[in-house]
């Protein structure tokens, strides 16, 4: 079932890639959105990808240490190719400084991930050293 929420989840991001502003339902409520919402809409959007991906990895037993930064790369070239497409797409155009909000929600992303991580394992060894004082 995680494969299929990551594929599912591609899918939107590359849908929302092609929808051609004031072309269709979809263009209409486009061309009502601000631009420099969706610009920023990108760091969010690949963030929970990346978030996606790791832990699609973790599931299959990759260390965080491995997983984070497979899953930060490929979520940066799924960004880059879905910038590339965008390109071809009559009314819109690719644009590098969206590739560097894709990269900076990655960022946020791993960081908050490894905050996480980091948190948890400080928690858990303060556990272990209070139960043992507990148990002395």
């Known amino acids: ?12 991001l590359y849908f929302g890639a092609v929808i051609v502003p004031g072309i269709g339902l979809s263009g209409q409520l486009l061309a009502q959105v601000p631009g420099n919402f969706l610009d920023w809409a990108h760091a969010p959007g690949y963030g929970i990808l990346a978030v996606l991906l790791t ?7 990759w260390p965080l240490a491995y997983a984070l930064p497979v899953a930060a790369a490929a979520a940066l070239v799924f960004g880059l190719w879905t910038e590339v497409f965008q390109g071809s797409v009559e009314g819109r155009e690719s644009n590098i400084d969206d590739l560097v909000v894709d ?21 858990s060894f303060n ?5 043992m004082k507990r148990q002395a």
Not at 55 to 61: D, F, I, K, M
Not at 103 to 123: E, F, P, Q, S
Not at 127 to 131: D, K, R, V, Y
Request: glycine share 14%; net charge positive.
């Open 55 to 61: 832990r699609g990895l973790q599931r299959r037993a």
């Open 1 to 12: 079932m995680g494969l299929g929420i990551v594929l599912v989840y591609m899918g939107l």
């Open 127 to 131: 556990c272990a050293q209070w139960n």
């Open 103 to 123: 990269a900076v929600g990655i960022g946020l992303a791993a960081i908050m991930m490894l905050a996480v991580t980091v948190r948890n394992r400080i928690t």
